[in-house]
């Protein structure tokens, strides 16, 4: 397959995540490359991740920290999430990501709305105060939002797949886990003025290539203003690894998420795309090869490293460790210090 003859419908996608030819995939992902430097521009943005909590009332198929396994479990206190914060701002990053499992307990939406104040009055000795990206869950619109009003302009939610049988596949029959009531979530989210992100694991069991060109079109239809998306990795204990299903080779689900995010730079050349964690895990310098394939966001984890480590959602994941600034990126990828890096789709 030639990258000439490449085109973004969905015979074309399909066509392009099938093919394992390794010269048309180093093309593909230096052209999204190119893509990425003429329209979001050479900047790579940094958002602190603060892993506020290990709680989760779920039980996702795949996830190592879903309700029902037995691990030991967390919840940073104010002054831990605060001052994982304020070493975010320390080092410049512009921006904190809040991710945890999902609650919906009161004194927890309570807690994180006291934590946004408190984190948007941090004197970053920059202006502006940092940016803030929240990442937990289904919610009810009052809390979304509560949650922007408190100060959160950004929200990560992923459908997980785009293929509703294959998400009831991946997950239990039950209301707490409807595909229905996730969308309907990411749209209350983009009504409410949020940045909205979603995404979806690559190379989880039952995917077919067409699964995953209808994820990437799907992005499309949402309009949203930034994707967050990467490989599946298994976790021993998840009911997922423990049925047996099969799922691609770790190589292959490298090759793919790198293959996905430079897919959809060229279809949505303006948005936010984060290099995600689960990069990291599979190759080292993951995440930079997920900027060199398109990314333009990478969020390094600021979680206290005690509390990290139980943060584990898939094989491998706590290994990633992000204590230097570094992160490996080469000296002539420009980091965008002390800027949020809001969506350029999202402006226009
Ligand atoms: N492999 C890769 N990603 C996973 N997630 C959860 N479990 C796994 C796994 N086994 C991702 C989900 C979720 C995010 C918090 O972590 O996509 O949205
Ligand atoms: Fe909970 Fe998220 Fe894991 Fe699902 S993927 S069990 S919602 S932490």
């Given at each position: 397959?030639?990258?000439?003859?490449?085109?973004?419908?969905?015979?074309?996608?399909?066509?392009?995540?099938?093919?394992?030819?390794?010269?048309?995939?180093?093309?593909?992902?230096?052209?999204?490359?190119?893509?990425?430097?003429?329209?979001?521009?050479?900047?790579?943005?940094?958002?602190?991740?603060?892993?506020?909590?290990?709680?989760?009332v779920k039980n996702c198929l795949y996830?190592?920290?879903?309700?029902?396994?037995?691990?030991?479990?967390?919840?940073?206190?104010?002054?831990?999430?605060?001052?994982?914060?304020?070493?975010?701002?320390?080092r410049h990053f512009g921006s904190v990501v809040i991710q945890g499992g999902e609650r919906t307990d009161a004194a927890f939406i309570r807690k994180v709305t006291r934590l946004l104040k408190a984190i948007k009055a941090i004197d970053t000795g920059e202006d502006p105060p940092l940016g803030i990206t929240l990442s937990l869950g289904e919610q009810p619109r009052e809390v979304y939002q509560e949650w922007f009003e408190a100060g959160a302009h950004r929200y990560l939610l992923r459908i997980e797949s785009s293929n509703p049988n294959l998400y009831r596949r991946i997950h239990p029959d039950d209301p707490l886990h409807s595909y229905e009531r996730r969308m309907q979530a990411i749209l209350d989210l983009k009504e409410i003025g949020y940045q909205a992100g979603t995404g979806a694991?690559?190379?989880?069991?039952?995917?077919?290539?067409?699964?995953?060109?209808?994820?990437?079109?799907?992005?499309?239809?949402?309009?949203?203003p930034m994707v967050g998306m990467g490989p599946y990795n298994p976790h021993p204990d998840s009911p997922l690894t423990l049925s047996g299903a099969t799922y691609p080779t770790a190589e292959r689900r490298f090759t793919l998420g790198l293959k996905?995010?430079?897919?959809?730079?060229?279809?949505?050349p303006d948005i936010n795309i984060a290099a995600a964690t689960s990069l990291e895990a599979l190759s080292d310098s993951g995440r930079v090869k997920g900027i060199l394939s398109g990314a333009n966001v990478i969020m390094p984890n600021v979680t206290p490293e005690e509390q990290m480590i139980k943060y584990n959602l898939y094989d491998r994941k706590t290994l990633v460790r992000d204590g230097s600034l570094k992160l490996s990126l080469p000296d002539d990828i420009p980091v965008g210090y002390g800027a949020w890096g809001d969506s350029l789709h999202f402006k226009r």
């Open positions: 397959m030639e990258i000439k003859d490449l085109t973004l419908d969905r015979e074309g996608l399909i066509e392009a995540i099938a093919t394992e030819d390794a010269a048309f995939d180093e093309q593909l992902r230096a052209a999204a490359y190119r893509t990425k430097i003429a329209t979001v521009g050479e900047k790579v943005y940094l958002r602190g991740l603060i892993e506020i909590s290990n709680i989760c996830c190592g920290i879903r309700h029902d396994i037995p691990c030991q479990r967390y919840e940073l206190s104010d002054d831990e999430v605060l001052s994982a914060a304020q070493a975010a701002a320390r694991m690559i190379g989880v069991p039952f995917q077919t290539t067409q699964d995953l060109a209808d994820d990437l079109l799907l992005y499309k239809k949402l309009d949203v996905m995010i430079a897919l959809l730079r060229l279809l949505m």
